[in-house]
T-cell receptor, first 117, second 117 residues
Framework: GAVVSQHPSRVICKSGTSVKIECRSLDFQATTMFWYRQFPKQSLMLMATSNEGSKATYEQGVEKDKFLINHASLTLSTLTVTSAHPEDSSFYIC?????????????FGSGTQLSVL | AQKITQTQPGMFVQEKEAVTLDCTYDTSDPSYGLFWYKQPSSGEMIFLIYQGSYDQQNATEGRYSLNFQKARKSANLVISASQLGDSAMYFCAMREGRREGNTPLVFGKGTRLSVIA
């Protein structure tokens, strides 16, 4: 079945540094990927829609200059948290759908737990 | 208004018993899809079941079934013969629009299910 790989699974960084999270679709092409954020004991909130070869679409309240998204190929999207601060500590998870087969299922990466000290 | 409402923050069920997790949704789009995902403590999102708005029959996947009541806009998840491994967070989600489109999922707040031996 379709697999989405996300790395790293866990990262601890100092305040002010940048962190890059990778999301790869391993056996299908994804022109669109979605990035979600989940705070402890809360639901998944959509941050942005990543479009291959074009600019990402950000949800209201999400700073595009802070959360840089690059979708340079049909199988890779990256989320860079720039100048991270403790309030950015959260669980970040990417997802994609196999549009070629028009599968309904949205496949998720395993998530990245970001802790900013 | 919330698109997906899960009114049960937590549920307990005895092992081998059945349990129903409630979900109501709100949309004016005639075409939509409803999903249930399981999130264990590891954080991964595990797809359980899907119901399309035009599907005539309730979806079933092994021990999971979706009680789809379109007029009431409800999509409750029924888990039969509960197992200890079913203890997790359960999220109801909706995609609006045609299935060929590529819109993200909107998630409810989730229900934490605890299976008791």
């Amino acid at each position: 079945g379709a697999v989405v790989s996300q790395h790293p699974s866990r990262v601890i960084c100092k305040s002010g540094t940048s962190v890059k999270i990778e999301c790869r679709s391993l056996d299908f092409q994804a022109t669109t990927m979605f990035w979600y954020r989940q705070f402890p004991k809360q639901s998944l909130m959509l941050m942005a829609t990543s479009n291959e070869g074009s600019k990402a679409t950000y949800e209201q309240g999400v700073e595009k200059d802070k959360f840089l998204i690059n979708h340079a190929s049909l199988t890779l999207s990256t989320l860079t948290v720039t100048s991270a601060h403790p309030e950015d500590s959260s669980f970040y998870i990417c997802s994609a759908r196999d549009q070629v087969l028009a599968r309904e299922k949205l496949f998720f990466g395993s998530g990245t737990q970001l802790s900013v000290l | 208004a919330q698109k997906i409402t899960q009114t049960q923050p937590g549920m307990f069920v005895q092992e081998k018993e059945a349990v129903t997790l409630d979900c109501t949704y709100d949309t004016s789009d005639p075409s939509y899809g409803l999903f249930w995902y399981k999130q264990p403590s590891s954080g991964e999102m595990i797809f359980l079941i899907y119901q399309g708005s035009y599907d005539q029959q309730n979806a079933t996947e092994g021990r999971y079934s979706l009680n789809f009541q379109k007029a009431r806009k409800s999509a409750n998840l029924v888990i039969s013969a509960s197992q200890l491994g079913d203890s997790a967070m359960y999220f109801c989600a909706m995609r609006e629009g045609r299935r060929e489109g590529n819109t993200p999922l909107v998630f409810g707040k989730g229900t934490r299910l605890s299976v008791i031996a």
